[in-house]
């Protein structure tokens, strides 16, 4: 594979096609339609403060969130951006109730690719100006071409996926992804409008310091995960770890895959499935994570072995680095 630094995206995109296993036109159509809704929604996050597009929208989604401005326009920008490049079948979304059929121009539903995303991530950061993201997930469809889209197109395991990735609206802009031959980051030259590889063949250090958890929720949370935390705040070996919790999945997954830690959001007694979402959130992290070396469980089972019932089905999460994740689910398994 091609890594060499300050290649652009297109470049990039071109001269690794070779290696995805369908056909590397199609490759360059999906990541080019990615990459420009990326930058569409990077110019609207960009000028959050200057225009009335701050604060909520007056809506609640389907997962019973409070919309904001910016995960309404973020969601639109997206899927119309989606829709016109006569690539993709179906699309579902975190802020929609139900998968959208996109038909091609010729009405005969050649298109062969799902695409499942959450569109902004973290949506609470936006009004205090801290990073935000987006998160895609790539299918083939399983429905025969030629007919609609079906739901059980949207309902395949993580494993399924040909792509996935996440923006994040950092310091700088990055487009990070995986097409299953490693995962590279590339970041955004706001001058120029171009994407540059930065971060070739990103790996998570086998294991790390920094531990993320809401502790706010601990009274809530399962024993084997208490459990866990303490061990986090042990004096022993290289305990205590650090704590860091952004609150917005792609910024902190970001942080974990470079310096090495591991993301929890368990089930709690008041969220009996916890909070994250299987399809938008926690599978295309998921196969992230396991391209760069991390592993993603529910605590019990890799994320991308789960077979999804419903579009909009919650999941526990822990994500990172291999052998944090694997410490945390002895303690999962020792004691639920
Ligand atoms: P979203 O903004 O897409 O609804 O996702 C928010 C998610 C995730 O990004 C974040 O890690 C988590 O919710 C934070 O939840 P808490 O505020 O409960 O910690
Ligand atoms: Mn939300
Ligand atoms: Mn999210
Ligand atoms: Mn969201």
Redesign the pocket.
Known sequence: MMTKKNTTLGEFIIENQASFQYSSGELSKLINAIRLAAKVVNHEVNKAGLVDIIGAAGDTNI?G?DQQKL?VLANEKFIQTLKNREIVCGIAS?EEDDFIQVNSSDQKNQNKYIVLI?P?????NIDVNVS?GTIFSIYRRISPIGTPVTIDDFLQPGRNQIAAGYVVYGTSTMLVYTTGDGVNGFTLNPALGTFYLSHPNMKYPQTGKIYSV?E??YVHFPQGVKDYIKYCQEEEDDRPYTSR??????S?FHRNMIKGGIYI?PKSSVASEG??RLLY?CNPMAYLAEQANGKASDGFRPILDIQPTELHQRVPFFCGSSKMVEKAEEFMQRNQ
Do not use: C, M
């Open positions: 997962q969130e995960d975190e959450d902004l991530d973290g949506s609470s935000v809401n706010g929720n919790y952004i609150g917005s999945l792609v902190d959001y909070k994250l959130e």
